[in-house]
């Protein structure tokens, strides 16, 4: 799966995805914003913010940017917006998490919502939310990740050829994503519905402390 794969299923979904992605996966969201516990001026990135579902639940002292590869959905966002009055959004942007063009250190926290398994490199995704994430500031993901129960991996493990048609990993293994970003995962937890997605909540290293003169 690459990204133009993913460009050209989320033009098919954009129409519809409110009404078949909204309210099912709502209690994720509202899951991950109140762990974020964002306080005034702080400054949020939402990677893969789609058509802004997540937007409104931000509390309106704090700066939020999203950022989407897909233009259909995001002037469905851009709409939202508009219409609701979401004034903590400071800019909506097309961009690919993956490549971002961000200085360093540009977030206080950084999200990715429902994105990790439509990714066409997870690792590389994750790796640049923590490079425009401050330090000591935290990453928060939620997204389905391979099942532990083995009949039911299996299963996931067989529909992973059809990821180019519908647009996203169903066989990513959460152990193997941490290790491989190396995530300091602070918190863990089962959200939506019979727990078969995952929020995550990691820190980004402090900054280095610089030795002592002489």
Excluded at 57 to 73: A, K, W
Excluded at 99 to 108: H, Q, V
Excluded at 121 to 129: A, F, H, T, Y
């Amino acid at each position: 799966m690459d990204i133009e794969m993913v460009e050209r299923a989320y033009r098919r979904y954009a129409r519809g995805y409110d009404r078949y992605f909204g309210a099912v996966l709502e209690p994720g969201r509202r899951a991950l914003v109140e762990r974020m516990r964002c306080g005034a001026g702080e400054r949020i990135l939402e990677v893969g913010v789609g058509t802004g579902l997540s937007l409104p639940l931000h509390p309106p002292e704090t700066e939020v940017v999203g950022i989407d590869i897909s233009l259909e959905m995001l002037e469905r966002a851009q709409c939202r917006v508009a219409r609701e009055k979401l004034t903590q959004v400071a800019g909506l942007a097309r961009m690919d998490g993956a490549r971002m063009a961000f200085a360093d250190d540009s977030f206080d926290k950084v999200v990715a919502m429902y994105v990790v398994s439509v990714a066409p490199d997870p690792v590389r995704l994750i790796d640049e939310m923590r490079r425009v994430c401050r330090p000591g500031g935290e990453l928060f993901i939620v997204n389905h990740f391979l099942h532990e129960f083995p009949p039911v991996a299996f299963l996931e493990r067989a529909a992973a050829p059809l990821s180019r048609h519908v647009g996203f990993h169903p066989n990513i293994c959460l152990h193997s994503l941490i290790a491989d970003t190396r995530l300091d995962v602070i918190e863990r937890t089962r959200v939506n519905a019979f727990g078969l997605w995952t929020l995550l909540r990691a820190r980004r290293e402090p900054a280095a402390a610089s030795p002592p003169a002489g």
